[in-house]
């Protein structure tokens, strides 16, 4: 490893942060990952409320009894217990999908109820292929789809920024997809706004090409992005690889997030993504939940990856 | 295309903390949530105010179809159907068993059959009535591929 920070990956930056575990503020602005933290004009607007704080919690797999992670409603209610004391209600609380492990009712109540703890105004969902396993996301549809748009997926404003919740498990050929209709919905839903408005989409499956041969990528992405390619800010997020994650492409930042309930392997570790048996007492620190908070003025989001402890 | 761009650490610290810290000085009003013209209602649902966490119902058991019977079988290992390519001859039941932590399903690409998710150690069965190459995939992970070549 390098002893100069400067050399350090975007990539490294996080495994770098989560190595520490420590409360590290990170931004992209201007090309630069630029992590602050505790300084003066950080410190300065610290003090203020930032316009927008949410939190993404993601892959909670209710249902999942394999010895990676024996307990997975435990540790989704422990990510739930520290979203609701992190000592500010969020503005919203977004789940990235997976929410079940096998679509059935029993676990789609569960995460339900279970979501339905979570001290925020607004939850928001998109389904992940295992909410989707056999009936192309009609129970995923008939528990948490409504007032959604076509197989599911809406936008919404709050606070100036524009959030675009996508729906990439449905009809898959190899890789996430979108589809014509959810295409001509992110052009139509994005005509009207002004280019200087945040945009914030949230998919399951990553929008750009972590690792296709895992799947890993959705195939119609790039047009989806082309009509996002005016507006000064674009941040993705997304859930299914059970990892942190950046990669900045153009003006588009993408932000893979981790899971509630089990790791899978890096990219290319291993023949397949299987769900990884971590030693003993090691599972919460692949575990974690996201706090994303934007303030008006600045073009980047900053995220903080926090743990499960 | 992935550009790598040059990264500076200011500092590590606990800004976030010093933010949670701070932040009740302020009013803390939610901002409101507009939903597009096209919305016919509110997508989402609403959080908790202020309820202690409730207790979830235990998961329910994963489905499983009913046990292997008599006959021609692929199993499902480390996300591959072996074997790949199974030859039966008409009127054979072929019994697919996932042995796999991840589910799988056995979707056949003309649409002639789709198990339910297949959670570890369930089955599927079909039957195969006439002759003709059947090729399926997982349609969860939807680069596993398999065929069930059926003969007279």
Redesign the interface.
């Known amino acids: 490893m390098s002893q100069d920070?400067?050399?350090?990956?975007?990539r490294q930056?996080i495994r770098h942060?989560a190595w520490?575990g420590?409360?590290?503020?990170f931004s992209v602005v201007g090309?630069?990952?630029?992590?602050?933290?505790?300084?003066t004009a950080?410190?300065e607007r610290?003090?203020?409320?930032?316009?927008?704080r949410f939190a993404q919690v993601s892959d909670s797999h209710?249902?999942?009894?394999?010895?990676?992670n024996p307990d997975?409603?435990a540790t989704f209610?422990h990510a739930?217990?520290q979203i609701?004391n992190?000592?500010?209600?969020p503005?919203?609380?977004i789940h990235t999908g997976d929410l079940t492990?096998?679509?059935?009712?029993?676990?789609f109540?569960?995460a339900?109820?279970?979501?339905?703890?979570?001290?925020?105004?607004?939850?928001?969902?998109v389904p992940g292929?295992?909410d989707s396993?056999?009936d192309a996301g009609q129970k995923y549809r008939s528990v948490?789809?409504?007032?959604?748009?076509g197989d599911g997926w809406?936008?919404?404003?709050?606070?100036g920024v524009h959030v675009i919740?996508l729906v990439n498990t449905l009809n898959?050929?190899?890789l996430g997809h979108l589809g014509v209709e959810q295409l001509e919905f992110v052009e139509k839903?994005v005509a009207g706004l002004s280019s200087d408005t945040p945009i914030i989409v949230i998919s399951h499956i990553p929008l750009f090409a972590m690792y296709p041969?895992?799947?890993w990528g959705t195939d119609d992405a790039t047009q989806a992005l082309s009509y996002l390619r005016r507006f000064s800010s674009v941040t993705c997020l997304n859930g299914h690889v059970h990892q942190l994650f950046s990669?900045?492409?153009g003006n588009v930042t993408f932000y893979s997030g981790t899971t509630t309930a089990y790791p899978l392997p890096h990219p290319g570790d291993g023949?397949?993504?299987?769900?990884v048996t971590l030693p003993a007492g090691k599972l919460g620190d692949a575990l974690g939940i996201r706090?994303v908070?934007y303030t008006k003025g600045q073009t980047a989001l900053a995220l903080?990856e926090d743990k499960l402890q | 295309?992935?550009?790598?761009?040059?990264?500076?650490?200011?500092?590590?610290?606990?800004?976030?903390?010093?933010?949670?810290?701070?932040?009740?000085?302020?009013?803390?009003a939610?901002?409101?949530?507009?939903?597009?013209s096209?919305?016919?209602?509110?997508?989402?649902?609403?959080?908790?105010?202020?309820?202690?966490?409730?207790t979830?119902?235990?998961?329910?058991a994963?489905?499983g179809s009913s046990a292997a019977v008599a006959g021609d079988q692929v199993g499902i290992d480390?996300?591959?159907f072996a074997p790949a390519t199974l030859t039966v001859k008409a009127g054979s039941t072929v019994t697919w068993t996932n042995h796999?932590?991840?589910?799988h399903?056995v979707a056949a690409t003309d649409g002639s059959f789709?198990?339910?998710?297949m959670?570890?150690g369930a089955t599927f069965s079909h039957t195969f009535p006439a002759a003709g190459k059947f090729d399926y995939v997982c349609?969860?992970?939807?680069?596993m591929h398999g065929t069930v070549v059926v003969t007279q």
């Not at chain 1, 090309?31 to 505790?38: D, M, N, T, Y």
């Open positions: 920070p400067r050399a350090m990956s975007r930056l942060a520490f420590a409360a590290v503020g090309g630069e990952v630029i992590s602050h933290v505790a300084g950080a410190a610290a003090h203020a409320r930032p316009t927008l209710i249902g999942f009894t394999g010895a990676p997975v409603t209610r739930i217990d609701n992190l000592g500010y209600t503005d919203f609380v492990h096998l679509s059935s009712p029993d676990q109540d569960q339900k109820q279970m979501l339905s703890g979570l001290r925020t105004p607004h939850v928001f969902t292929e295992h396993v056999d948490f789809g409504a007032a959604t748009q809406y936008s919404f404003d709050i606070a919740a898959l050929k190899k839903d041969d895992w799947g990669q900045m492409e023949p397949a993504p299987k769900p706090e908070s903080k | 295309m992935f550009r790598h761009h040059r990264v500076y650490i200011v500092l590590l610290a606990v800004s976030v903390l010093l933010l949670a810290g701070c932040s009740a000085s302020r009013p803390n939610q901002p409101s949530v507009t939903f597009g096209n919305a016919s209602g509110t997508p989402g649902m609403p959080g908790m105010s202020g309820m202690p966490s409730m979830g119902a235990p998961p329910g994963a489905t480390n996300f591959a796999d932590e991840e589910p399903t789709h198990s339910p998710g959670g570890t349609s969860i992970h939807p680069m």
